[in-house]
Nanobody, 123 residues
Framework: QVQVVESGGNWVQPGGSLKLSCAASGNILTIKAMGWYRQAPGKERDLVASVRSSGETVYADSVKGRFTISIDDAHNAVYLQMNSLKPEDTAAYYC?????????????????WGKGTLVTVSS
């Protein structure tokens, strides 16, 4: 029904940069919000950054000033520019899309998750 695909994860040295991309496709009527979450081994999945269709953004305190989230409404895409990366940023990064979609029952608004992309920060 809705597919969410992340890309851009890689290995990078501390202090380096990466840009993650996420694209949503399917029977999407309206995207309400998109966001990035991350989960390190043995830890819970936590919010990194999110952006509403209004443009309002939210960032985790640990990434403020280093990460920037941006949305491309025309392509149902969201990006996460990550600068000054630290070893503690190492995690699987997941994209979440909160969207209104059309299905056999009409319209529903719910979350859709991607399968994640791995970011490793080490020397």
């Amino acid at each position: 029904q809705v597919q969410v695909v992340e890309s851009g994860g890689n290995w990078v040295q501390p202090g380096g940069s990466l840009k993650l991309s996420c694209a949503a496709s399917g029977n999407i009527l309206t995207i309400k919000a998109m966001g990035w979450y991350r989960q390190a081994p043995g830890k819970e999945r936590d919010l990194v950054a999110s952006v509403r269709s209004s443009g309002e953004t939210v960032y985790a305190d640990s990434v403020k000033g280093r990460f920037t989230i941006s949305i491309d409404d025309a392509h149902n895409a969201v990006y996460l520019q990550m600068n000054s990366l630290k070893p503690e940023d190492t995690a699987a990064y997941y994209c979440k899309v909160f969207a209104e979609v059309a299905n056999d029952l009409g319209r529903i608004t719910t979350d859709y998750w991607g399968k994640g992309t791995l970011v490793t920060v080490s020397s």
